[in-house]
């Protein structure tokens, strides 16, 4: 089967997204015997050679500033999107309903393969993060929402993300189809432990918890803390563990340090190697995980591999599969409850082992599972196909456009022959062009106030209130120009 994989993250970025397209297409490639492209956007420097599969990277642009080390995929970059139709693919799996969903479409126009979509996470959340509540973000959900229902079938990784697909708009079917986790099922040695874990002051006979992942607030982070505090206040005695850093990092730190708790508090920073991962997991006695934002909460299931509880919001798409003290253990969102259970579990080691074991053999799943069920799908939809029993997705206004871009990369190859030193010389002269023009802009501003005080003293007659007023439309003004025309210019910064 030849499967085409789209995405809008991957290597040099590591995100959770990104790390089940490599799964997916090292074992569809290593272990099926399928034949993989990847679509993905690229990125300045990086290499992406070396996959025991193909990566096609095309054009994008430089949207660091918005989305912070992200780059945006140029959704109608005709020759690679001609490359991947050569490919021929017989299932179109994109993952991310921006410029990945868009290349499925038109792939898809051009080809007749069909589109499956993977929802991973909240893109609503996301979306909100980088362009504030408002008319943005809901017209920018609403795209996304039809992006997604043009596609012939819709998987989420949980019941939860079904449910915050559905509350943006959704109305399609969906099928749960699980992630998985690279970690073998099974502890890790004890020398193996020892020798990650030594140097740190963990005293044996005390519960040791332990959170892994980003750095960031909307993690549950300070629910955590303050519980650490109530735990504290109480005397009962622990060690906590964060791995894994972020934006938030040095405001979790202050706040250990506010609460006068940094004795009891491990920062260890990111860790990237996966046996030591494992070997944290493995001396850990509970695993908090207190995010209502995750959909999937794969580090939960990395936890259960190593036989680890884990300590979740009652509700939370990572709670999704457990049974309270019997695989692992819910919480209400808030502090006090979590204190009150830690509380309860700290000198009941071998109750907090029992549950990591029932955790290990009820909700571990590994990769090559769920790759494997995920390829068993593709056969079905494939079949659908071919004897023509797949649904058909009513036709959406967009499915024009689309039609018409696939009529380009047809109709526009020959531009691809054009002397690339054609665009480097213009991209030189817009660089010229917008430098000179920052220069001449700071000039205006530098003048903007001696301006202002010489019109505002011959324009007394127009009373306080109008001055405010000009002052206020001035500023606005310099500042929708420069915003204006950075935009425009950014727009063109396409790397090729």
């Not at 050679?49 to 109608?76: C, F, K, M, Q, W």
Request: glycine share 8%.
């Amino acid at each position: 089967m030849n499967i085409c994989l789209l995405n809008d993250s991957f290597p040099p970025v590591i995100d959770g997204v990104a790390n089940v397209v490599m799964n997916y297409g090292r074992i569809f490639t290593n272990d099926i015997g399928a034949k993989v492209v990847v679509g993905t956007p690229r990125y300045p420097d990086a290499s992406y050679e070396g996959y025991p599969y193909e990566v096609i990277p095309y054009s994008s642009l430089d949207t660091t500033d918005l989305v912070a080390g992200y780059r945006t995929g140029n959704p109608l970059a005709m020759r690679e999107i001609m490359k991947m139709a050569e490919f021929g693919p017989d299932i179109i799996h994109t993952h991310c309903p921006a410029a990945s969903t868009i290349i499925a479409r038109i792939l898809q126009n051009e080809t007749g393969a069909p589109i499956i979509f993977t929802y991973h996470t909240k893109f609503d959340v996301d979306i909100a993060r980088a362009v504030g509540e408002g008319f943005l973000k809901n017209e920018t959900v609403k795209a996304m929402v039809k992006n997604i229902s043009a596609c012939d079938e819709v998987w989420v990784v949980s019941e939860g993300a079904g449910d915050n697909l559905r509350s943006l708009g959704y109305e399609g079917e969906l099928r749960v189809m699980n992630n998985g986790v690279d970690f073998p099922k099974g502890r890790v040695s004890e020398d193996k432990v020892k020798e990650v874990t030594s140097g740190y002051d963990l005293p044996e006979g005390l519960p040791v918890f332990l959170f892994v992942g980003r750095m960031m607030k909307y993690k549950g982070l300070p629910l955590i803390i303050d519980a650490l505090k109530i735990l504290s206040e109480k005397n009962v005695d622990y060690r906590m563990v964060f791995v894994g850093g972020g934006a938030d990092l040095e405001e979790m730190q202050a706040k250990v340090k506010e609460y006068g708790i940094t004795d009891k508090v491990i920062f260890t920073g990111p860790i990237h190697d996966r046996e030591m991962l494992r070997a944290w997991n493995t001396r850990a006695d509970l695993f908090l995980f207190p995010s209502v934002y995750d959909t999937n909460g794969i580090v939960v299931r990395e936890a259960a591999a190593c036989g680890l509880a884990s300590v979740l919001i009652k509700g939370s798409c990572a709670a999704e599969g457990i049974t309270h003290a019997r695989n692992g253990y819910l919480i209400e969102e808030t502090a006090e409850s979590m204190a009150g259970l830690l509380e309860e579990l700290s000198d009941k080691h071998d109750t907090m082992r029992d549950a990591g074991q029932h955790a290990m053999d009820e909700i571990y799943i590994s990769w090559e599972d769920a790759v494997h069920a995920a390829y068993e799908r593709y056969g079905v939809i494939r079949d659908m196909v071919a004897d023509g029993t797949l649904p058909r997705r009513k036709k959406q206004s967009s499915d024009y456009f689309l039609e018409s871009a696939s009529m380009i990369v047809k109709g526009t190859e020959h531009i691809f022959d054009i002397p690339r030193n054609i665009y480097g010389g213009m991209k030189e002269n817009f660089d010229d062009f917008k430098e000179d023009f920052k220069e001449n802009l700071e000039e205006f501003k530098e003048s903007l106030p001696e301006g202002v005080k010489e019109f505002s003293e011959n324009a007394k007659e127009l009373g306080e209130s109008a001055k405010k007023g000009v002052r206020q439309g001035i500023k606005y003004a310099e500042k929708s120009v420069r915003e204006g025309f950075d935009l425009s210019i950014n727009g063109m910064k396409l790397d090729d």
